[in-house]
């Protein structure tokens, strides 16, 4: 997408919020340029705690999610008897909406950042597992039968055959589940914490009814979710460069 395009939209947003806001006519929904001179101000001081502690746990869930996701989606993928042992599994727990798990990963892992990262870990990995599951699954047989026949091994096949191919699905699973890990990010940092942005939301909206501020911690975590969904952008352009090709 454009950036053109994409400088157009945020205007057009910014219009309808201040017509909005207009309409309304409550301190419920202040005008965008009252929230940008206290999101500047913000970021220079407090905000920016939060913002460095919610990318910290968001990053990490995403880092630990691929490491553990994608190989393991390419052994089950490549693997009749893997695929066989462990789609049934896959299969039952995939549909169940993550969230539920959140007040038992919190009796099990504490409040810290350990059970937040692992919440948003949990979200991602069965995204990944899935969706590369079925790319290295879908592979043609002649392809990996005409590259044994040359002498290509299982470590050879898997670097320059499964690794490559799966890289699309590894990276739209990410883009799929961006915003889900960040709103879900959101409410594991309603639970006994004092940063992360979430904690920032809520609180100025819900304890301090400082609206401004509330919608300045809106924006921070939207453009979060917005950064991490160009970085995986670049990624793919970086590391998938065939499918860019004209």
Known sequence: MKRRDILFSAI????????????????????????????????????????????????????????????????IGGSRTLNRIFSPIIYLLYPIPKVVFVPIVFLFLGIGDTAKIFIIF??????IIVLVR??????????????????????????????????PAILTALRQSIGTAVAVLYITELFATKYGL?????????????????YAGVIAMSLLGLGMYFVVDWAERKLCKWKFVS
């Open 12 to 75: 057009g947003l910014i219009i309808l919020w201040q017509f909005s806001a207009m309409l309304v006519n409550r301190p419920i929904l202040p005008a965008p340029w009252e929230v940008f001179v206290v999101f500047f101000q913000e970021m220079q001081n407090e905000l920016l705690i939060h913002f460095g502690v919610s990318l910290w746990r968001v990053t990490a869930g995403m880092a630990l999610s691929v490491i553990i996701a994608a190989p393991a989606g390419l052994a």
């Open 122 to 127: 949990l979200i991602l990995f069965f995204q």
């Open 198 to 214: 979430g904690y920032y939301i809520y609180y100025n909206g819900s304890t301090l009814f400082n609206y401004p501020a509330m």
């Open 134 to 167: 079925d790319q290295a699954a879908g592979l043609p047989v002649q392809l990996l039968q005409s590259l044994r026949s040359l002498g290509a091994g299982r470590r050879a096949i898997f670097r320059f055959v499964y690794l490559p191919a799966s890289l």
